[in-house]
Nanobody, 120 residues
Framework: QVQLVESGGGLVQPGGSLRLSCAASGSISSIYAMGWYRQAPGKQRELVATITSGGLTNYAESVKGRFTVSRDNPKNTAYLQMNSLKPEDTAVYYC??????????????WGQGTQVTVSS
């Protein structure tokens, strides 16, 4: 019923930049919030950044000042601009959406993940 498709991951050198996108489609009435999470090998999934439909943002301390989350509400799309990347940013990045369906259900959905590798 709802699909989240992430794109923009890849290999980048330390200090470089990447821009991730997440497009939501399907049975969507509205989206309360969208967010980005990441999971490195051997570690638990952690919050990177979130943004509400009203534009309120939240960031992990480790990415403040380097990453910027934004959204295009008419397109149901969220973005994550990642600058000054470090090797410790290497992880699979997942998009999350808090969605209200046309049937009045509030549900949580996850994308398939996109690999970000920061290495020389």
């Amino acid at each position: 019923q709802v699909q989240l498709v992430e794109s923009g991951g890849g290999l980048v050198q330390p200090g470089g930049s990447l821009r991730l996108s997440c497009a939501a489609s399907g049975s969507i009435s509205s989206i309360y919030a969208m967010g980005w999470y990441r999971q490195a090998p051997g570690k638990q999934r952690e919050l990177v950044a979130t943004i509400t439909s009203g534009g309120l943002t939240n960031y992990a301390e480790s990415v403040k000042g380097r990453f910027t989350v934004s959204r295009d509400n008419p397109k149901n799309t969220a973005y994550l601009q990642m600058n000054s990347l470090k090797p410790e940013d290497t992880a699979v990045y997942y998009c999350n959406a808090d969605i209200l369906t046309p049937w009045g259900k509030r549900l949580d959905f996850w994308g398939q993940g996109t690999q970000v590798t920061v290495s020389s």
